[in-house]
C-alpha cells in the first residue's frame, strides 16, 4: 500500500466512524430509503463512489483531518466508547476542556463500544495522559494510556 493509499484508508475510516457515532440517525435512515428507493443495488457502490470523489475534491468537509499517522505519533488507550451515548464530539470536548491539548492535535479518534483509541503526537501523548488519567468522566474514573504496539 502506497502512501496515498494508507491516506484514503484513514479517510474513508474516519467517514465510517463519523457514520456509525452520527448525532442524527434519523436523518440518516432517511438518507439510506432515499438511495435505496432510487439508486439501483448494482449502482449503488459507484454513487458512494461519486459523493466520495466530490467530498474529496472540492473539500466540502472543513472538519476533515487528513494528516498521515507519522512515526511522531502514538496511538493511547482511553477506557471510554460509545456506551451510554457518548460520540465523538462529547469526547473530544472533554480532552479539550481537561487537558491543554487541541482539537488540532488529536490525529485520530476510533470509538468502540466501551474503549476508544487517540492517535497524537508523542509529546502531546505524554501531556495527555499526566493530564486525564483519574480524572472522572460521567462516574467513571479516566485510565488512559498507550496501546500495546506502541514504541512510545
Do not use: C, W
Not at 32 to 48: C, D, E, H, V, Y
Not at 75 to 102: A, C, E, Q
Request: aromatic fraction near 8%.
Amino acid at each position: 500500500m502506497n502512501n496515498n493509499d494508507d491516506n484514503m484508508k484513514q479517510i474513508m475510516s474516519k467517514l465510517y466512524e463519523d457514520a456509525v457515532s452520527y448525532k442524527d440517525p434519523h436523518k440518516l435512515e432517511y438518507y439510506k430509503s432515499q438511495i435505496k428507493k432510487n439508486i439501483p443495488l448494482g449502482k449503488r457502490l459507484n454513487f458512494a463512489a461519486y459523493l466520495f470523489s466530490e467530498l474529496n475534491n472540492k473539500g466540502k468537509n472543513k472538519n476533515f483531518n487528513t494528516h498521515t499517522v507519522s512515526e511522531n505519533d502514538t496511538t493511547l488507550y482511553l477506557n471510554v466508547g460509545r456506551m451510554g451515548n457518548v460520540h465523538k464530539k462529547i469526547i473530544t470536548g472533554f480532552i479539550i476542556d481537561n487537558s491543554s491539548i487541541n482539537e488540532s492535535d488529536i490525529v485520530n479518534l476510533r470509538m468502540h463500544e466501551r474503549y476508544s483509541f487517540i492517535t497524537l503526537n508523542k509529546d502531546k501523548a505524554t501531556t495527555l495522559i499526566s493530564e486525564l488519567n483519574g480524572k472522572e468522566f460521567r462516574k467513571r474514573t479516566i485510565v488512559i494510556n498507550p496501546t500495546k504496539n506502541n514504541n512510545s
